[in-house]
């Protein structure tokens, strides 16, 4: 009879720490505020769907019982940490992922790449920007770091992208003039 108690007990607070449906839908429902990040907005929807799935997944692993996540003082930047660890992961899983960062129609509205590349263009692109950003950053941190903090047109980032696209299609930007305005 002890035996049955104790297996009771076990079982009862196993199931009390696996999260239900509602639960679930909740952090879902949370977790679809961040399509509108750079990143995250190029994705399609099944992309989406299997980024949210892997950040559900790594914050119900951290946090077993929903009533101690959901009630914590930072919640929202816990799921911040989760959101931008995932595209860290993401981005050292694969560097090509940079088209989600830097989209083409992007880079083509800021000048740096011509209209009207291939989708192999783009790939020859996408490869060899993955490899400068690879050999010149330690961590994808430090990259994500740079990719944040970076307002210049001179950025390392933006100098990398522009070797590229003159190494591969010839494309070289001119500055003919520059106005400087003073109040």
Same mark, same amino acid.
């Given at each position: ?25 909740? =952090? ?15 994705? +399609?929807?099944?992309? $989406? %769907? *299997? ?5 559900a997944?790594?914050?119900? =692993?951290?946090y ?11 919640v929202n930047? +816990?799921?911040?940490? $989760? %959101? *931008? ?24 509205a ?21 490899q400068k ?6 961590s ?44």
């Amino acid at each position: 009879m002890a035996l049955f108690v104790v297996a009771a007990t076990m079982i009862g607070c196993s199931q009390q720490q696996k999260w239900n449906h509602e639960e679930k839908k909740a =952090l879902h429902d949370m977790l679809k505020e961040y399509r509108d990040m750079l990143y995250l907005q190029n994705l +399609t929807d099944s992309e $989406f %769907v *299997v980024f949210t799935n892997e950040v559900a997944n790594d914050i119900e =692993l951290a946090y077993p019982v929903y009533t101690t996540f959901i009630e914590m003082p930072a919640v929202n930047d +816990t799921v911040d940490m $989760f %959101v *931008v660890t995932q595209i860290v992961d993401e981005i050292n899983a694969d560097a090509h992922n940079m088209r989600h960062l830097f989209p083409y129609r992007y880079l083509v509205a800021e000048g740096i790449l011509p209209n009207n590349l291939t989708h192999a263009q783009q790939r020859d692109f996408y490869k060899c920007f993955a490899q400068k950003v690879n050999s010149y950053y330690i961590s994808a941190v430090e990259f994500l770091q740079d990719v944040l903090t970076s307002t210049s047109n001179n950025s390392t980032i933006t100098q990398m992208q522009q070797q590229c696209a003159n190494e591969l299609f010839g494309w070289v930007i001119e500055i003919d003039e520059v106005d400087i305005i003073t109040e």
